[in-house]
């Protein structure tokens, strides 16, 4: 998808003043591109393209990034590695400077489509404000992952910038038919296809159709980045969210804040992924995951629906964030 305000200027036409036809054009311009936002240009990947592999987070190792290069070569994209996308630095994948350095030569790098994060952990939040993404608003590649990764989704995101939520390097280990189907997803996410997905009907869903702009990620981390730079703006939106291994309590607690916060109250729709793992104390905390999530959410009539099929779970579906999507029929649609 390709906009200039060339184009925008030849929809006005020629029989009208020179005045009138400039401040026409301003003003087409600016409501094209706050409905467009930022996105103003951006392209699919076709075979033969570069895809580089980061590590902005955990360290990897090379046999747990082998089977990933090898379907990705599959599918006939090239496959770059940053210069230091196996360091070590205690659990880091290096420091921050070496991780700064690897994210920001691919995002400079107009020969890159895409850029994969090997893996989640931690460690986003520590170098987000050092990368400089004005080269992504001239020249848009995808930039890809989950779980830690929700820093760089809620920050390309507010800034206009498309992303996938997907899964990673380690995890394309190709053991099982599900691991298989969260591969093919990112796949047909990169390529441009239409992605269609199930909302499996849990006894806690609110169902009903919305549409909006789908944005989030991880629980945890969209909870941590409130209030910075990243923080992203819910209103009118379809948000998803997920989350592995909390206590229960801080599920409740992360819920309250985003409420307080303003995130929850005017959404167009709120999807839930996998909340796996989950931990309780002695002392039990008396709701699921599910349970505490549809209670802070029951006062407020957009639908609600639980059990998408991504996160920290298999199959973990490939998600275009930061474009339009539409909920019909208990089912997510995302057009490319």
Not at 24 to 30: D, E, H
Not at 95 to 122: F, L, M, T
Not at 304 to 330: C, S, T, W
């Amino acid at each position: 998808m390709c906009v200039s305000v060339y184009n925008i200027s030849v929809w006005i036409g020629d029989n009208v003043s020179g005045d009138v036809r400039l401040r026409t054009r301003l003003i087409l311009s600016r409501m094209f591109i706050s409905k467009a936002k930022s996105y103003l240009c951006f392209v699919y990947l076709k075979k033969g393209d570069k895809i580089a592999i980061v590590s902005p987070a955990r360290w990897i190792t090379e046999d747990e990034l082998k089977p990933s290069i090898q379907f990705l070569q599959e599918q006939a994209f090239e496959v770059i590695l940053s210069p230091h996308v196996y360091d070590q630095w205690n659990q880091f994948a290096g420091k921050d400077e070496v991780k700064v350095s690897d994210i920001q030569s691919c995002i400079n790098d107009p020969s890159i489509k895409a850029i994969i994060a090997s893996r989640g952990g931690y460690g986003a939040a520590r170098i987000i404000d050092q990368l400089d993404f004005s080269p992504l608003k001239k020249s848009h590649k995808w930039l890809c992952g989950y779980s830690d990764f929700t820093v760089f989704h809620s920050t390309l995101n507010k800034i206009g910038v498309p992303t996938i939520h997907s899964t990673m390097p380690v995890n394309m280990q190709g053991k099982d038919a599900n691991e298989v189907y969260s591969n093919e997803s990112l796949i047909q996410a990169l390529m441009g296809e239409e992605l269609k997905y199930n909302l499996n009907y849990n006894g806690l869903d609110k169902p009903g159709n919305a549409k909006g702009e789908i944005v989030g990620g991880n629980l945890s981390i969209l909870y941590s980045i409130m209030g910075s730079p990243s923080q992203i703006d819910t209103k009118g939106k379809i948000l998803f969210m997920e989350d592995l291994d909390e206590y229960l309590y801080h599920i409740d607690r992360m819920m309250v804040n985003l409420k307080r916060g303003g995130m929850l109250q005017d959404l167009a729709a709120l999807v839930v992924g996998g909340m796996s793992d989950m931990n309780d104390n002695t002392i039990p905390f008396g709701k699921t995951a599910v349970e505490i999530i549809s209670e802070h959410v029951a006062e407020y009539s957009y639908p609600v629906y639980f059990g998408l099929e991504a996160g920290h779970i298999q199959p973990n579906l490939a998600l275009r964030l930061g474009m339009e999507a539409e909920i019909k029929d208990n089912q997510l649609f995302l057009q490319p």
